[in-house]
C-alpha cells in the first residue's frame, strides 16, 4: 500500500482494533494510537501503539496482529503494546 491507503485506512483500523480489544478483553481501559511507520521488510505500514489497564500485554499484542491482519491481509504492522501511565 502507498502512504495515501495506509493515511485513509489507519483511523478506521484503529477504531476496530480499539473495539474488539475491549470486546476480548473485557477491558474498561484501552487507547490505540496509529500511525505509519517502516515494517520488518521495509515497506511502510501502519503501527500502532496500544496502552491497556491490564497485565497481560503478549496475548493483547497477539490478538491485536490477528485483528490487523484480518483487516489488511497484506499488512505486516508494527505493534507495540504498554500500560497505560498512571497519575501521580
Do not use: C, Y
Not at 473495539?19 to 484501552?30: D, M, W
Amino acid at each position: 500500500m502507498d502512504r495515501a491507503e495506509l493515511s485513509k485506512q489507519k483511523g478506521e483500523i484503529a477504531a476496530k482494533l480499539e473495539t474488539a480489544l475491549k470486546e476480548k478483553f473485557n477491558l474498561e481501559s484501552v487507547n490505540v494510537a496509529h500511525g505509519i511507520a517502516w515494517n520488518d521488510d521495509g515497506a511502510l505500514d501502519f503501527a500502532f501503539i496500544i496502552q491497556v489497564s491490564a497485565q497481560d500485554t503478549q496475548a493483547i499484542s497477539d490478538f491485536a496482529r490477528a485483528t490487523v491482519k484480518e483487516l489488511a491481509p497484506t499488512s505486516k504492522p508494527r505493534i507495540s503494546v504498554g500500560p497505560i501511565p498512571r497519575a501521580l
